[in-house]
């Protein structure tokens, strides 16, 4: 019986091993978007605005531009106006979607869970400032400058091949929405 219940928690262990070793290793596609136009007029008096009525069309456009990405997590910073522009998205009942919240003050920590790889295809909304330095982060090197604060158009599309004992190929574009 002893053996039995070894044999059995080595199986058990040799199992998780694998998937994490196979998490480690698969491609991952990761779309990074600043939010859509805030209402000025909000922002006057409040830190957290909403959307501007252009600002939600956007993010009903942001459907039709990554919504073949069929991304299996979203992840969005707290504010209203990064969730407001996901939300659209999220809501697609085909999509397998895990929406979270990530601390904009810790970028390092979303792009460590980014390069984790239990996710393939992520979706990241944050700000003119995060945005262009977490694709930095992801692609190690400092390309991107923080956005003007009337650019809202821009999306950064990162795809990382995960490489066995070899480093990580990364090809990475902008689009404009």
């Keep these: 019986m002893k053996i039995f219940i070894s044999l059995l928690s080595g199986l058990l262990l040799f199992a998780f091993a694998g998937e994490n070793l196979l998490a480690q290793h698969r491609n ?3 779309i ?68 979270q919240y990530y601390d904009h003050r810790n970028l390092k920590q979303i792009a460590d869970l980014v390069m984790q790889g239990k996710f393939q295809r992520i979706v990241i909304a944050g700000h003119n400032s995060t945005t262009p330095a977490l694709a930095n982060l992801l692609i190690g090197q400092e390309k991107y400058k923080a956005l003007d604060e ?18 990580d190929e990364i090809e990475e574009k902008v689009i404009q929405y």
């Design 32 to 99: 990074l978007l600043r939010h859509a136009e805030k209402d000025k007029a909000e922002e006057e008096h409040s830190l957290d605005p909403n959307l501007s009525p252009e600002g939600r069309e956007r993010a009903e456009r942001l459907v039709k531009v990554i919504g073949g990405y069929n991304p299996d997590a979203i992840f969005s910073s707290a504010f209203k106006r990064t969730r407001a522009t996901v939300a659209p998205l999220a809501s697609r009942g085909e999509l397998r979607i895990m929406a």
């Design 28 to 30: 991952i596609t990761v």
């Design 150 to 167: 009337s650019e809202y158009d821009k999306i950064w599309i990162i795809k990382i091949k995960r490489k066995k004992n070899k480093p």
